[in-house]
T-cell receptor
Framework: DAKTTQPPSMDCAEGRAANLPCNHS???????VYWYRQIHSQGPQYIIH???NNETNEMASLIITEDRKSSTLILPHATLRDTAVYYC??????????????FGTGTRLQVTL | DTGVSQDPRHKITKRGQNVTFRCDPI?????LYWYRQTLGQGPEFLTY????????KSRLLSDRFSAERPKGSFSTLEIQRTEQGDSAMYLC??????????????FGSGTRLTVV
């Protein structure tokens, strides 16, 4: 699975949009981009995933560049409860094995008043 | 069935003792994963089951670690002769095979192990 690069930390004011970038320049054609987050003392939580089109769900939007080498997770109106570590993960589905998730160190998002 | 359950939530043990953790996945999920997470790091893959078959093990899973999933339902992770370096959060996750792409994994809240 391709390696990802994320900034170690970011701050965001409550009510503003949080834009979390991820670089995955070695992504291959059959690999998806997944985002998870981990709130303190909890297990990671699935947020969203995409292949090449932009995606939106009730939690967030995912913008993937046309060359697929980077993506941005957008939390449109961040709240204090969005304070967490956000992980960007690239994974292929047809690996023939577990399709396991490989986590990096993520971005620690701090939402402030 | 509201999610993945892990028991216990916290475990403190003396070095050299054996410990066992339990994971109850979401009932219709046939895949079950174990991860380990140390402070400041992302979760690291340990092992994976599809139904009762253990299909992949990480190099992180030393001989002191063993995992089982009898009957393809709950799973246990045992650590023998614990060492201080085993102190970590042990996370369990489950997923459906055909839905993995769309819904990802569901993680439990983990078991925090402290070896003293």
């Amino acid at each position: 699975d391709a390696k990802t690069t994320q900034p170690p930390s970011m701050d965001c004011a409550e009510g503003r949009a949080a834009n979390l970038p991820c670089n995955h320049s070695t992504i291959s054609g059959n690999e998806y981009v997944y985002w998870y987050r981990q709130i303190h003392s909890q297990g990671p939580q699935y947020i969203i995933h995409g292949l090449k089109n932009n995606e939106t769900n009730e939690m967030a939007s995912l913008i993937i560049t046309e060359d697929r080498k980077s993506s941005t997770l957008i939390l449109p109106h961040a709240t204090l409860r969005d304070t967490a570590v956000y992980y960007c993960i690239v994974r292929g589905l047809n690996t023939g094995t577990a399709s396991k998730l490989t986590f990096g160190t993520g971005t620690r998002l701090q939402v402030t008043l | 069935d509201t999610g993945v359950s892990q028991d216990p939530r916290h475990k403190i043990t003396k070095r050299g003792q054996n410990v066992t953790f339990r994971c109850d996945p979401i009932s219709e999920h046939n895949r079950l994963y174990w991860y380990r997470q140390t402070l400041g790091q992302g979760p690291e893959f340990l092992t994976y089951f599809q139904n009762e078959a253990q299909l992949e093990k990480s190099r992180l899973l030393s001989d002191r670690f063993s995992a089982e999933r009898p009957k393809g339902s709950f799973s246990t992770l045992e650590i023998q002769r614990t060492e201080q370096g085993d102190s970590a959060m042990y996370l369990c996750a489950s997923s459906e095979t055909y839905r993995t792409a769309n819904y990802g994994y569901t993680f439990g809240s983990g078991t925090r192990l402290t070896v003293v």
